[in-house]
């Protein structure tokens, strides 16, 4: 008998929420934007459920509505979330993912209200979208909300273009659809490897841009931040209604389709989610990812794997992370940068914080410990939502309906932390600890403290994630680093040649001391290529201060990317080598990548250490100068 009068309750609230469609359709509204998914696998099992999109709708006045609430609180009662939810689970064949983009619709639990006196056409105006007539009640946060049960990304046998395909990001995306059983076309001004191998993966990419490379058929058009309006490409495909999206956009349409977890900071982003990727497939989950940096030991900077999480580098330039809505963020780190779209440190701090709260409400923050930008965001995330809090953090399936937050350092404050740390042959050994619980000792071959730093970021993810932390101690030794973090290109004649990403102050200084740390040089040479003329004029000072540990500073001119005349004016690479001499370092301006070569073969001698750093092409020095040694030894 309660078996029935449980089913009749069910049948009931689909029936009168399907029936009160046409007269909420007429209803103002000023809806409470929230956000929910299913929870998700723990680490080294596999379970595929629907992800959900909770969208509480206005329905004053509306009796019919009212009935269905009193359905549903009965529901409540009769302890019937289970069913509830497993309903709103099996209804995937509706909602558009392309919503989450709208304006307003931001996972932040705050009132959006409706602009105008009513609404327009059936559509509330501030969200431009008349609410599916399919959909659900599930319970989230205590209540009960409308579910709207979003799509995932077609990709086996969809038609992709990408226009710019040759970067990193955008190279690793349309690999990652290829995986996927995609068919990828595009182009790219320049060509280059990364073209050329994804055509070798079946791709048709072509090298410049023509309205003729976008072939019928294809209904999504990916952009690289690059690209202007006037492309022809991006112009056919507007005008053939093509969906189009900014690289930062497709990847948060690709996140929406996974369970995410997304890796954010000022600097480590690439090396701590690639190590993250590597703990987990050691694991046993055989995550999807995208990395900003390529590596040899994962197969590349993307791959597609069979588990429900995907593993996404957050990159904060002009915001773009705030497209992500992720499982799981890190926040590694908060500092001023890209002062081309930010105002201040404060905007950029606001911007991390806005991120964060695109984290699902069950989901989990691993923040530094340490950073007092970090702390900032996560003492602003405590206060907007009285559910946002600590919890047991042995397993993130004891999250339930809040946000977690667990902290990572080498401060016995925070949740996991590195005690103990000691350099030996080329090794960080440490010890590992939670919340004042020794999990044993560990050692990793990356150089410098800061990847000691990034490593706890993954121990608390992982451990956070349900693995055995003995395990996790076992094999985050394995991971050999991105392409470009640190690395050693070659010795020849007793002279090692690395070559390394770091743009920004603080990970030059980071970057240099490791290098003296590990590799004690009898002089140490630094290439540094400032990426940027509004970057390199923003911290001047501190680039300036940067560079104590070298023993020459060479500089080449600044690599302009997005910059505007007024900038490329107001600074110059002379006057950073004059402001590095000023505080008492030996810097000299080299006009050309070639003069650079010339001075390093005629001036270096064995026992010497040379580093290429910074994200422009300043690679091709050291490729060369390998070159030039091979050649004269």
Request: contains cysteine; neutral net charge; aromatic residues 8%.
């Amino acid at each position: 008998m309660t078996a029935l009068l449980l089913r009749f309750i069910g049948i009931a609230c689909r029936s009168l929420y399907a029936t009160s469609q046409s007269a909420r359709q007429h209803r103002s509204c000023s809806p409470r934007v929230t956000s929910r998914s299913m929870r998700g696998m723990q680490a080294g099992q596999e379970k595929s459920h629907a992800l959900v999109r909770a969208r509480v709708y206005g329905n004053e006045g509306d009796l019919r509505f009212f009935w269905l609430w009193v359905c549903a609180t009965l529901c409540r009662y009769f302890t019937m979330d289970g069913f509830l939810r497993k309903d709103a689970m099996s209804r995937t064949d509706f909602g558009d993912p392309r919503y989450d983009s709208w304006p307003g619709l931001e996972d932040s639990g705050r009132d959006v209200p409706c602009s105008g006196a009513g609404p327009k056409g059936n559509v509330c105006p501030s969200w431009n979208r008349t609410p599916s007539a399919d959909a659900t009640i599930v319970r989230a946060a205590h209540r009960y909300e409308v579910v709207e049960t979003m799509n995932r990304l077609k990709m086996a046998g969809a038609r992709y273009h990408f226009i710019g395909a040759g970067g990193v990001g955008m190279s690793g995306l349309a690999r990652f659809l290829l995986e996927k059983k995609a068919l990828v076309t595009g182009s790219d001004q320049a060509g280059g490897a990364a073209t050329a191998r994804l055509n070798r993966l079946g791709a048709d990419i072509h090298v410049g841009h023509s309205a003729e490379h976008l072939g019928p058929g294809t209904d999504t058009v990916v952009i690289s931040a690059a690209i202007r309006e006037s492309n022809p490409e991006l112009q056919l495909a507007r005008a053939r209604g093509c969906h189009v999206y900014k690289y930062a956009q497709f990847l948060g349409e690709l996140m929406n389709s996974f369970e995410g977890i997304a890796v954010s900071g000022t600097h480590g982003k690439s090396t701590t989610t690639g190590w993250l990727v590597h703990c987990l497939k050691q694991a046993g989950v055989d995550v999807n990812f995208v990395v900003g940096a390529d590596s040899g030991q994962l197969g590349g900077s993307s791959g597609s794997g069979d588990s429900e999480w995907f593993v996404a580098e957050a990159c904060e330039y002009d915001r773009s992370f705030q497209n992500l809505k992720p499982r799981i963020a890190c926040l590694l780190n908060i500092e001023r940068d890209h002062l081309d779209c930010y105002k201040d440190e404060e905007d950029i701090v606001e911007s991390f914080y806005q991120f964060a709260c695109g984290v699902k409400p069950d989901g989990l923050i691993a923040a530094n410990g340490q950073d007092p930008n970090v702390a900032r965001v996560v003492e602003r995330l405590r206060l907007r939502d009285s559910s946002f809090g600590t919890s047991d953090v042995t397993s993130l399936a004891t999250a339930t309906a809040s946000r977690s937050v667990v902290t990572f350092g080498l401060d016995s404050g925070c949740d996991f932390y590195a005690r103990n740390i000691q350099q030996t042959a080329g090794y960080y050994h440490f010890d590992v600890y939670r919340q004042g619980e020794r999990l044993g000792s560990t050692r990793i071959a990356l150089p410098g403290l800061h990847n000691v730093h990034n490593a706890m970021a993954v121990i608390a993810i992982v451990v956070s994630l349900g693995v055995e932390p003995q395990r996790v101690l076992e094999i985050i030794g394995g991971f050999e680093g991105m392409d470009r973090r640190l690395t050693l290109r070659g010795q020849f004649a007793g002279v090692s040649v690395i070559d390394d990403y770091a743009h920004h102050p603080t990970k030059i200084r980071a970057s240099l001391r490791a290098i003296r740390e590990r590799y004690q040089p009898g002089r140490l040479w630094c290439v540094f290529q400032a990426h940027q003329y509004s970057r390199t004029r923003s911290l001047l000072d501190e680039f300036a201060s940067s560079f104590a540990d070298a023993d020459m500073v060479l500089i080449p001119e600044i690599f302009a990317a997005r910059d505007t005349e007024a900038s490329r004016n107001a600074v110059s690479a002379t006057i950073l080598a004059e402001r590095i001499r000023g505080q008492g370092a030996d810097a000299r301006y080299l006009a050309s990548l070639g003069e650079v070569c010339d001075c390093l073969e005629q001036n270096v001698r064995a026992g010497d250490v040379v580093v290429t750093m910074g994200a422009g092409d300043v690679w091709k020095v050291a490729d060369e100068y390998i070159q030039r040694l091979r050649r004269d030894h």
